[in-house]
Structure formats: structure tokens, C-alpha cells
């Protein structure tokens, strides 16, 4: 019974797991400098690359203000850097197709958090507190047969 007892304790102290060390992240900075990252909101996609530098923001081939016109758009783009703490700090250079003016925006700014993040793996935290880092999967509902819309019935006539 004594060696029993004996083995069930020494097999407690090997399972027992044994504490790792905590590597912090690496940054991911290809040979330009540059962080890349993909963000993505309904349809559109957004291939972003940032790198330290005065702030200039380049979508498409043209000014940040040119290409997102409205004040709501700027601002949700720049929203990780305000959050982060770096605004003005980088240069913005991203390409987006697909969705709308808004879905665009969004690909921006999550593509902008990820980016972010893989220059600073420190700012991860604070990001990821502010929801910049989930990807918004929602997405339009596809219309049903039979139906106006995805879920609105035909206006009902009962002659």
C-alpha cells in the first residue's frame, strides 16, 4: 500500500505542468521597412502596408481625403492610430476593392490594426480592447425565393 501511495505521488509531481517562459512576439517587418496586413469587413478587402514616417495616407493611388471624402470614413480609419497612441506616425499605403464606401473603410481600419500590431506586438493589447482586431463578420443577408427581400413579404392584398 506505502508503494502505491509512493507512485501516485511521484506520478502527481510529473504531471504536474511545468511553467514556460513568455517570448514576447517578433515584429513581422519585411526588408522595405514595412508591416503588411489583410483586413476585411462585408465584401470589400483591404491589403494594407505602414511604416514610421510623417503620415501620409495613400488609398488607391490617392489621398486619404480624396478617396474617403466624408469626415465618418476619415475618422474610422484613423481610429487605431488614436487608440494606439501613433498618429501621425506612420505612412499609410493600402489598396481596397470590393463592397461599398463603408465596408471599405472598415477593411481599412482592421487591415490598419493588424498592421499595426505585427510592427508593435506591444499595442496588441490595446487594440484588441478597442475591437479593432475582430473581423466584423457580418455580412448581407442573400434574398429568399418568394420573398421582396431577404426576409420582407410581398404587400399582402386580400382582393
Given at each position: 500500500?506505502?508503494?502505491?501511495?509512493?507512485?501516485?505521488?511521484?506520478?502527481?509531481?510529473?504531471?504536474?505542468?511545468?511553467?514556460?517562459?513568455?517570448?514576447?512576439?517578433?515584429?513581422?517587418?519585411?526588408?522595405?521597412?514595412?508591416?503588411?496586413?489583410?483586413?476585411?469587413?462585408k465584401?470589400?478587402?483591404?491589403?494594407?502596408?505602414?511604416?514610421?514616417?510623417?503620415?501620409?495616407?495613400?488609398?488607391?493611388?490617392?489621398?486619404?481625403g480624396?478617396?474617403?471624402?466624408?469626415?465618418?470614413l476619415?475618422?474610422?480609419?484613423?481610429?487605431?492610430?488614436?487608440?494606439?497612441?501613433?498618429?501621425?506616425?506612420?505612412?499609410?499605403?493600402?489598396?481596397?476593392?470590393?463592397?461599398?464606401?463603408?465596408?471599405?473603410?472598415?477593411?481599412?481600419?482592421?487591415?490598419?490594426?493588424?498592421?499595426?500590431?505585427?510592427?508593435?506586438?506591444?499595442?496588441?493589447?490595446?487594440?484588441?480592447?478597442?475591437?479593432?482586431?475582430?473581423?466584423?463578420?457580418?455580412?448581407?443577408?442573400?434574398?429568399?425565393?418568394?420573398?421582396?427581400?431577404?426576409?420582407?413579404?410581398?404587400?399582402?392584398?386580400?382582393?
Amino acid at each position: 500500500m506505502a508503494q502505491g501511495l509512493e507512485a501516485l505521488g511521484s506520478l502527481q509531481k510529473s504531471a504536474a505542468p511545468q511553467p514556460q517562459e513568455i517570448v514576447p512576439a517578433e515584429p513581422k517587418i519585411d526588408a522595405q521597412g514595412r508591416a503588411y496586413a489583410t483586413g476585411k469587413r462585408k465584401n470589400a478587402i483591404a491589403r494594407v502596408w505602414i511604416k514610421p514616417g510623417a503620415g501620409k495616407f495613400t488609398v488607391n493611388g490617392r489621398e486619404v481625403g480624396v478617396y474617403f471624402a466624408r469626415p465618418v470614413l476619415r475618422m474610422i480609419i484613423s481610429q487605431p492610430f488614436l487608440v494606439a497612441g501613433r498618429l501621425g506616425q506612420f505612412d499609410v499605403v493600402c489598396t481596397v476593392n470590393g463592397g461599398g464606401l463603408s465596408g471599405q473603410a472598415g477593411a481599412v481600419r482592421h487591415g490598419i490594426s493588424k498592421a499595426l500590431t505585427y510592427y508593435e506586438p506591444p499595442l496588441r493589447s490595446v487594440l484588441k480592447a478597442g475591437g479593432f482586431l475582430t473581423r466584423d463578420s457580418r455580412v448581407v443577408e442573400r434574398k429568399k425565393y418568394g420573398r421582396a427581400k431577404a426576409r420582407r413579404s410581398f404587400q399582402f392584398s386580400k382582393r
